[in-house]
């Protein structure tokens, strides 16, 4: 009787150091940045297309450096938001879709969708 229990004591120690998780060899995880600053957000109404530069509401924005915009398609057509310098290239963002771009340096933006040429906006760094 005395082996078995020294054999479950044995067992509950070994279990028990290795389940403390005090293993010092392994790195502990980073936490996760936090978002570099405040958000705006910019929405695509229904009928865009024929709004021109009303089409993204607000169509000028300001926002401060770090800051990051979010536009939400509330349309039931793809939309894009594309840089007109290239700073950046939404992607077609389908009906109920969002794409987000935070805004690391100080400048004015202009942009415009791709597929609706007609409809323009502005951001707006500081």
């Known amino acids: 009787m005395s082996f078995l229990r020294l054999v479950l004591v044995s067992s509950f120690v070994t279990f028990s150091v290795a389940c403390s998780g005090s293993n010092s060899s392994a790195p502990s995880p980073s ?8 958000s ?5 109404p229904s009928g865009a297309q024929a709004l021109g530069n009303r089409a993204y509401a607000p169509d000028d924005v300001t926002v401060t450096v770090g800051a990051t915009v ?3 398609n509330s349309d039931t057509v793809p939309h894009t938001s594309t840089a007109d310098a290239g700073a950046w290239n939404s992607g077609t963002v389908a009906p109920g879709g ?7 340096t100080a400048g004015t933006f202009a942009y415009h969708c791709t597929i609706h040429p007609g409809m323009v906006g502005t951001v707006v760094v500081r």
């Open 70 to 72: 979010t536009w939400t």
């Open 40 to 44: 705006s957000s910019v929405s695509i």
């Open 31 to 38: 936490p996760a940045p936090n978002p570099g600053g405040p």
């Open 98 to 104: 969002q794409f987000s771009r935070v805004f690391e």
